[in-house]
């Protein structure tokens, strides 16, 4: 059975930092592409970030581009999602996303 577990959410000030983490069971974690998405309320789930196989290419939305890295550990079974220079518009629950299935999501909330 497939399962992701996000954690590392919470409440940040604007300019914060958070690590998002995935733990992956299930299946062969090494060679699928993984896939962080958010969606705010009110808003469309949307893509933030991707991360193939064997790290040789990640792809960011342009919101997040030079703020956020996604990285993956395949001897952990585990992929990331540092958050750096957080902004309000951030505000979303975030989910991991691979293999068909979704996490359950882990709130983010940018806020003074």
């Known amino acids: 059975q497939v399962q992701l577990v996000e954690s590392g959410g919470g409440l940040v000030q604007p300019g914060g930092s958070l690590r998002l983490s995935c733990a992956a069971s299930?299946?062969?974690?090494?060679?699928?592409?993984m896939y962080w998405y958010r969606q705010a309320p009110g808003k469309e789930r949307e893509l933030v970030a991707l991360i193939t196989s064997v790290s040789v290419s990640t792809t960011y939305a342009d919101s997040v581009k030079g703020r956020f890295t996604i990285s993956r550990d395949n001897t952990r079974n585990t992929v990331y999602l540092q958050m750096n220079s957080l902004k309000p518009e951030d505000t979303a629950v975030y989910y991991c996303?691979?293999?068909?299935?979704w996490g359950r999501g882990t709130q983010v909330t940018v806020s003074s």
């Open positions: 299930g299946f062969t974690f090494s060679r699928y592409a």
């Open positions: 996303f691979t293999f068909g299935t």
